[in-house]
């Protein structure tokens, strides 16, 4: 519906002609212990049926094969977690106070909200874009986005086996 002022979900129609400011979340990505060189951004953007997420991050782990009963490190589990909390904790089992993945709508794992596509990386550097329809920019405002060490399994419940926390990052609002 449009308010008074020809605004209608954050678009103005009126004169001057057509302008649509989307609604916007973030989160700056900083490593933990683990993986103390990794930064990144992640920008999570209003669009036409949902919200367009993208990534960018510098200072991944090589890809490592699993060996024996080690899991693989790469391509690197990327989550958002229910709790906006990225205390570090324990160093060798950093941000787990961020909790597990944001799943609101009580799905199995591999259908949360919170469940991303992996990330690869290209000598530590990785960069995505998806699109999403599970929710919306405002949606994520408090929650914290996790890259893990280790690839998700998207089966096991309840939320998968993607190793180790290496990055952390709270999602606020722009502006």
């Known amino acids: 519906m449009t308010n008074y002022y020809g605004v209608q979900h954050g678009c103005y129609y009126g004169y001057p002609p057509y302008r649509c400011v989307p609604s916007i979340s973030f989160a700056q990505l900083e490593g933990g212990p683990l993986a103390p060189g990794l930064k990144g951004l992640v920008i999570f953007r209003e669009v036409p049926n949902g919200t367009e997420v993208y990534v960018e991050v510098n200072g991944l782990p090589q890809f490592k094969p699993a060996e024996g009963n080690q899991a693989p490190i ?9 709790k906006g909390n990225c205390e570090v904790g324990d160093e060798t089992e950093p ?9 609101p709508t009580n799905q199995p794992h591999g259908n949360h909200a919170g469940d991303f596509p992996v990330l690869f990386s290209n000598n530590g550097y990785a960069r995505m874009t998806f699109f999403t329809n599970k929710f919306s920019p405002q949606d994520v405002v408090g929650k914290a986005v996790i890259i ?11 939320s998968g086996d993607a190793g180790k926390r290496l990055a952390c990052g709270l999602i606020a609002k722009y502006q």
């Open 148 to 158: 893990h060490q280790s690839p998700d399994d998207y089966r096991s419940q309840p």
């Open 74 to 82: 790469g391509p690197h589990g990327f989550h958002l977690h229910e």
């Open 95 to 103: 941000f787990k106070a961020a909790g597990g993945h944001w799943n």
